[in-house]
């Protein structure tokens, strides 16, 4: 099947989606800052600017989606911004929390953030199925971009703090 919806409704979608998540999750209101596209390129994790957040590891969570359209979405959260967040969802206090329950927290939102996105595919008659979320942490990562057709970067603030999100699709 060829896909033809515009790439601004895709866009649309994956912003309104995180901006949906984090405040449903966890009253935090989250804006779309920038976007830009590395088709054919390495996609590197991004570089967290330290006049902005001293975090000094990344979490970087991603979901899959299989159907008419194929993708992943990727969310990359600075430890500062994990930890913050994962305080407001869970309650816990984040001299408790462990990189556990923030892995655990990091993989919840982009399983909501992935699943919002894929059901605003399916209200197209594009219906897909999630993967399981995957979570890592660490300084610094490449995403393997084989095989896609589509790959963008967004960039995001949320509480003061930068969150970016990928989106890798490709047609089946």
């Not at 409704?9 to 989606?17: A, P, Q, T, V």
């Not at 991603?62 to 994990?82: E, I, K, P, Q, T």
């Not at 993989?107 to 909501?112: A, D, I, K, S, W």
Request: hydrophobic letters at 40%; aromatic letters at 8%.
């Amino acid at each position: 099947m060829s896909v033809s919806i515009p790439s601004k409704h895709i866009h649309d979608y994956l912003s309104k989606s995180l901006v949906k998540v984090l405040s449903t999750m966890a009253n935090a209101k989250c804006a779309l800052v920038s976007q830009e596209s590395y088709a054919g390129k390495q996609a590197l994790s991004p570089k967290i600017d330290p006049s902005k957040d001293t975090s000094t590891k990344i979490f970087a969570a991603s979901v899959g989606f299989a159907g008419d359209l194929n993708g992943v979405c990727y969310l990359f959260l600075g430890d500062r911004f994990a930890y913050h967040i994962s305080e407001k969802i869970t309650g816990i206090d984040p001299e408790e929390l462990s990189d556990d329950t923030v892995r655990d927290v990091c993989g919840e939102l982009t399983n909501m953030f992935a699943g919002t996105f894929k059901n605003a595919l399916a209200d197209l008659g594009l219906p897909s199925t999630l993967t399981i979320p995957t979570v890592i942490q660490g300084k610094r990562m490449a995403i393997s971009t084989a095989g896609t057709t589509t790959q963008n970067r967004f960039t995001f603030e949320s509480d003061g703090f930068p969150i970016f999100a990928d989106l890798l699709l490709s047609e089946s």
